[in-house]
């Protein structure tokens, strides 16, 4: 099911804000990642994102969702895209119906 999302990441010399559409089983899979942005933060501006706490529910009505949706309203940063990256590349896997950091043996 989907719902709207917004972030807001407050760092030393920078900030990420969004606010999109993510579906809540992807939200609750990835909530107990923590990783560090950089490359949206420029050289030497990192970012620690920890999705239980800087990602929040804004709704998951279904009608305010689809219109959403449907004007294409998302904006800003949306850290699931940077976790979907790494998914591509195997940093995460998933472990007991939760994402986790990809230890190479």
Same mark, same amino acid.
């Given at each position: ?12 010399? @920078?900030?990420? =804000? !969004?606010?999109?559409? *993510?579906?809540?089983?992807?939200? %609750?899979?990835?909530?107990? +990642? $923590?990783?560090?942005? @950089?490359?949206? =933060? !420029?050289?030497?501006? *990192?970012?620690?994102?920890?999705? %239980?706490?800087?990602?929040? +529910? $804004? ?47």
């Amino acid at each position: 099911m989907d719902a709207i999302y917004k972030v807001d990441i407050e760092g030393y010399y @920078s900030r990420l =804000t !969004g606010i999109f559409v *993510e579906t809540k089983e992807f939200v %609750e899979m990835s909530s107990e +990642l $923590v990783f560090i942005e @950089s490359e949206m =933060t !420029g050289k030497y501006q *990192e970012v620690t994102v920890r999705i %239980e706490r800087d990602v929040v +529910l $804004v709704t998951d009505d279904p009608t305010a969702v689809n219109i959403f949706q449907t004007y294409d309203m998302k904006v800003g940063y949306n850290p699931f895209d940077t976790i979907r990256n790494y998914l591509y590349d195997e940093t995460f896997c998933e472990k007991d119906g939760k994402f986790v950091e990809y230890v190479h043996e």
